[in-house]
């Protein structure tokens, strides 16, 4: 098959992925227009349609493609980067789950808000989840335009540009037209996709190593230019203290963070009960946990039989090597087989970034206008913003932040993907997991805490990653030419992670603001009991 032919049967992929979610979101947007449509689907979501959701939106690209790109060239390290995604699960089911879903409406916010004053936590946990949406969301679309580019040929920034630009038009109609519902179903049908084609290759390599693991170890071992090194820690995080503490730095940030993603958190609203919340939470575990162990199969087979060499050649970072071994296991380049499965994968890659940047658009969108525009930024003595002014506010939101993460995403393409995905674990690890347990678990936790615990983690994390060397001062770095960095880690978690509980736990304790233990009961008993729960 000529490479006109692999271009054209792409896009053919890619148009019938786009028409698919079109239709769903048209189908879908006819059916209510209220608030509780709009940020939560209407609330009656089941737990296994729930759970297939939340592992949608939790499966970026960056886990198809960046995990088992990392896995192929690195081996042991990057099987450990994965255990981080999957270890943070565990947070998630035993602290936050089923307490959020009772004491919550819409966002995070709306716990902090049911026994804080509004307006000034509602301002703070809103600008977090706004910073750490878009530093997603900017991910996300880079990530599609490089993809875009390498399945027709192209290294051209016009082709990544427009491929950018298509992508925040699509998630503005998304999640302007069909809301939580929407998102919902093209989650679920994402990741029924993502999991279908991860184990119709997996099933490959595995028959084309007869079941054998070890010989699919060996063989990548032996292809990945390392012998066995590969299959031992440190190939890539053990070189030095420095780098050990950076993979330290990154864990911690993965591991507490998906606890404080708000794209995650409101997922949980969308389900009747709290104990729907909880089972919709472990049917995620199970699809990520079978996702990530396809995955170190898919990386061990992308580097046993495209080769780490071919894998770097093609994306230095890794993130071609899933669609390289579909093109291999179907027969190779210029096969017929090889073409279709390469240009399924990449399709269904596509599927993901879609999915994952319309969740995220409509939990900052539920942000500003929900927290910031709704409450935080009103006055006592002005009148309250009704429900549908909300939703229009919402929409009108959505398309600003589209149009915002469509700008930065044009000039962060030389930026590195994984990068930003860490540094957006970091702030919700650092700013908003600190504010939400305090929040949830400890009685004298004061309003001032609150902000403090939020602005302490956001500003150090923010301000750490400008003065290291992602930005400065090293051959990847974003500036190149100059050298301004005097922190060592790219990652920040270790430092501000800490630093966001501490700065709760002080503005708590140094000032004589007196908590509401009746908010607090309430709360209590709402958040264990789901008595007034929405």
Not at 97 to 121: F, H, I
Not at 383 to 409: D, K, N, P, W, Y
Request: with cysteine; charged share 10%.
């Amino acid at each position: 098959m000529s490479a006109h032919s692999h271009h054209g049967l792409a896009v053919a992929l890619f148009a019938v992925v786009v028409l698919i979610t079109l239709a769903i979101t048209l189908w879908v947007g006819r059916r209510g227009h209220a608030a509780e449509d709009f940020y939560a689907g209407g609330r009656d979501f089941s737990p296994l349609q729930n759970g297939f959701a939340l592992s949608g939106d939790y499966l970026s690209a960056a886990s198809f493609l960046g995990v088992t790109g990392l896995i192929a060239l690195y081996g042991y390290d990057g099987v450990l980067y994965s255990i981080g995604f999957l270890v943070a699960w565990l947070v998630v089911l035993m602290l936050v789950s089923e307490l959020v879903r009772n004491s919550g409406r819409y966002t995070l916010a709306d716990v902090l808000a049911l026994r804080m004053r509004q307006r000034p936590v509602r301002a703070a946990a809103g600008t977090a989840s706004l910073v750490v949406t878009l530093m997603y969301l900017v991910a996300q679309m880079v990530g599609a335009g490089s993809l875009v580019a390498l399945l027709l040929g192209t290294d051209s920034a016009q082709a990544k540009g427009w491929t950018i630009v298509g992508v925040g038009a699509l998630m503005i109609v998304y999640v302007t037209v069909g809301g939580m519902r929407a998102t919902t179903w093209i989650q679920i049908v994402k990741a029924f996709l993502l999991i279908a084609g991860s184990l119709l290759l997996t099933v490959l390599v595995l028959v084309r190593f007869h079941g054998d693991l070890g010989e699919l170890m060996r063989t990548a071992a032996d292809r990945s230019g390392a012998g066995r090194a590969y299959l031992e820690p440190g190939l890539r995080y053990g070189a030095s203290t420095v780098s050990r503490l950076d993979f330290v730095s990154l864990g911690l940030a993965l591991v507490l963070g998906t606890a404080g993603l708000p794209h995650i958190l409101s997922r949980f609203y969308t389900v009747p009960t709290a104990r729907a919340a909880r089972r919709s939470t472990i049917w995620a575990i199970g699809l990520v946990g079978c996702f990530y162990l396809m995955a170190i199969v898919l990386g061990l087979g992308a580097g046993a039989l495209v080769g780490a060499k071919a894998v770097r050649q093609a994306n230095p970072a890794g993130n071609t090597a899933v669609p390289l071994l579909a093109r291999d296991l179907g027969g190779g380049a210029g096969s017929t087989g090889g073409v279709v499965l390469f240009a399924v994968i990449s399709a269904i890659a596509f599927a993901t970034i879609l999915a994952v940047v319309a969740g995220l658009t409509l939990a900052s969108s539920a942000a500003f206008a929900h927290d910031l525009y709704a409450r935080a930024w009103r006055r006592s003595d002005e009148r309250e913003v009704t429900e549908q002014q909300e939703v229009v506010a919402a929409r009108i939101s959505a398309v600003v932040i589209g149009a915002l993460a469509v700008l930065l995403s044009l000039f962060a393409q030389r930026m590195n993907v994984a990068f930003l995905v860490g540094l957006a674990f970091a702030v919700a690890a650092s700013a908003n997991l600190p504010t939400l347990l305090y929040s949830l678990f400890w009685r004298r936790f004061t309003t001032r805490g609150a902000v403090w615990a939020v602005y302490g983690g956001l500003v150090p994390a923010v301000l750490l990653v400008l003065f290291s060397p992602v930005v400065s001062g090293a051959k990847t770095s974003v500036i190149q030419g100059v050298d301004f960095h005097w922190f060592p880690l790219e990652n920040p978690g270790l430092v501000s992670v800490p630093l966001g509980f501490l700065a709760g736990w002080l503005g708590t304790v140094l000032f004589r603001e007196t908590p509401d233990e009746d908010r607090y009961a309430e709360l209590e008993v709402r958040s264990l009991t789901g008595a007034g729960a929405a």
